[in-house]
Structure formats: structure tokens, C-alpha cells
């Protein structure tokens, strides 16, 4: 079955950098696009940022867009999310996930197109 397995969260104060990786098995993962998700205390979980399965096109939510740059190797089935000048407002459960037979561009819009796996998450928290 698909599994999706994140790293690389942890405490960094605001300005920092951090890398997640998220390691995906059970599935053709060079055929699948790869997003990742965020969810902060209280708060709904939302869209961070996705990358294709093929040429690599890249989306971005606008409040990450310019600091966090999302990646992949498919050799190694793993997608990554390199976040550059951290905020305390980026502190939450970052969530690795997929879709099958979908784009990159709909999970930008995933609440009507739905997820369909997701990971388990990773922490990340941000001091100020």
C-alpha cells in the first residue's frame, strides 16, 4: 500500500532554515505528483506547495512563495520542501501527500479534488 514517510522537522528560531524530506514506497512514485500540507494549532490544514510528476512544475502558496522551494528525486522516491527564512507563523504539522491520477495544479485546489494518501506529518516549530 502507499506510504508516505516525512523528516526533517524541529525547533529552528525565526529566520532559520529547514529541510523535510518525505519518503514515499508502494506506489510508481515518478508517476505521481507530490505536495506538501501544513496544519498549525487550531487552525485548518491548508495547501503549502506541489510539484508534478514529469517536467517538475512547481505551485505555491502565496504565503511561502519566494522563502520555501519544493523538489524531487524521483531515484530515490523522495520530495523535499527547503524553507528558507522561517517565521513563527510557518510553525505547524507539515503533512507529505499524493494523488493518483491527478495534478500538481489540483492540489492547489484540494478540497474539491480531495487527497488520497497522506503522511503521518512532521513538526516544525518556529521561535521568535
Known amino acids: 500500500q502507499v506510504q508516505l514517510v516525512e523528516s526533517g522537522g524541529g525547533l529552528v528560531q525565526a529566520g532559520g532554515s529547514l529541510r523535510l524530506s518525505c519518503s514515499g514506497s508502494g506506489f510508481t512514485f515518478s508517476r505521481y505528483a507530490m505536495g506538501w500540507f501544513r496544519q498549525a494549532p487550531g487552525k485548518e490544514r491548508e495547501f503549502v506547495a506541489a510539484?508534478?510528476?514529469?517536467?517538475?512544475?512547481?505551485y505555491y502558496a502565496d504565503s511561502v512563495k519566494g522563502r520555501f522551494t519544493i523538489s524531487r528525486d524521483n531515484a530515490k522516491n523522495t520530495v523535499y520542501l527547503q524553507m528558507n527564512t522561517l517565521k513563527p507563523e510557518d510553525t505547524a504539522v507539515y503533512y507529505c501527500?499524493?494523488?493518483?491520477?491527478?495534478?500538481?495544479?489540483?492540489?492547489?485546489?484540494?478540497?474539491?479534488?480531495?487527497?488520497?494518501?497522506w503522511g503521518s506529518g512532521t513538526l516544525v516549530t518556529v521561535s521568535s
Open positions: 501527500a499524493t494523488n493518483s491520477g491527478t495534478t500538481a495544479q489540483a492540489m492547489v485546489d484540494w478540497k474539491r479534488y480531495g487527497i488520497d494518501h
Open positions: 510539484i508534478s510528476w514529469s517536467i517538475g512544475y512547481t
